[in-house]
């Protein structure tokens, strides 16, 4: 079974970069067909992918965060990471590290097979 554990600072300044780490446990990011996926929920709103990392290290970022945001990993702790530069207020939400065998599945948030708990960040100064 796959388990996802998102860390990283609760409060981030703005301007700052806002950098968060999955850890995976049950299965290995470097094989299989899974997209690691990071997703964000704002108070009162919808499910809103930011971008994933596949299993030979490809990423892809959705269009609207794609100039500051960036998906890196490391094997060799089996963590995937998220960096959001210059954070506003309005990047303040529940931060989700999520993984699933069809990529739709994490851009639209529905049938996703793995999550994470959450992690609530608050960009404020």
């Known amino acids: 079974q796959v388990q996802l554990q998102e860390s990283g600072p609760g409060l981030v300044k703005p301007s700052q970069t806002l950098s968060l780490t999955c850890t995976v446990s049950?299965?290995?990011?470097?094989?299989?067909?899974?997209?690691w996926s990071w997703i964000r929920q704002s108070s009162g709103k919808g499910l809103e992918w930011m971008g994933l990392i596949t299993y030979d290290g490809s990423t892809y970022y959705s269009p609207s965060l794609k100039s500051r945001t960036s998906i890196s990993r490391d094997t060799s702790k089996n963590q995937f990471s998220l960096q959001l530069s210059s954070a506003t207020p309005e990047d303040t939400a529940v931060y989700y590290c999520?993984?699933?065998?069809?990529?739709?599945?994490?851009?639209?948030?529905?049938?996703?097979?793995?999550w994470g708990q959450g992690t609530q960040v608050t960009v404020s100064s």
């Open positions: 049950g299965g290995s990011i470097t094989i299989g067909n899974y997209a």
């Open positions: 999520a993984a699933d065998s069809k990529r739709a599945r994490v851009v639209s948030g529905e049938g996703v097979a793995y």
